[in-house]
């Protein structure tokens, strides 16, 4: 259960990096307030997987995830450059944060 909650907490740390971006420095009020949502949630799941994880592989893969997701999501919907060595490096983070996730150990 808490690695689902890192999992999530991952899912929204990539809604919370996109807001940040629509938000074009905190002057749209909508993307805004998404992105506090999002960090606001992300965070919040976080804590709570902390209490059964170690806080390395969790934390890795929390940002493994959001990094992956923003990255891919930026490639798909904001026109950010594909390339094939951004692609090969994104199959690395994920690859590592499987890795990670499989390595994990519960208190």
Do not use: N
């Not at 991952?10 to 938000?23: D, H, N, P, R, Y």
């Not at 999501?73 to 499989?102: A, C, E, H, P």
């Amino acid at each position: 259960m808490a690695w689902l909650l890192v999992i999530v907490a991952g899912i929204l740390e990539t809604g919370f990096a996109v807001c940040l971006k629509l938000s074009h420095g905190f002057t749209r009020l909508w993307p805004t307030f998404a992105f506090a949502t999002f960090a606001l949630g992300s965070f919040g799941l976080l804590t709570l997987s902390l209490k059964k994880l170690d806080v390395g592989p969790a934390y890795a893969v929390w940002t493994g995830i959001g990094a992956a997701g923003t990255a891919i999501y930026g490639m798909v919907f904001l026109g950010d450059l594909v390339s094939t060595l951004k692609i090969v490096s994104i199959s690395l983070v994920i690859v590592g944060v499987i890795g990670l996730q499989l390595s994990g150990s519960t208190h």
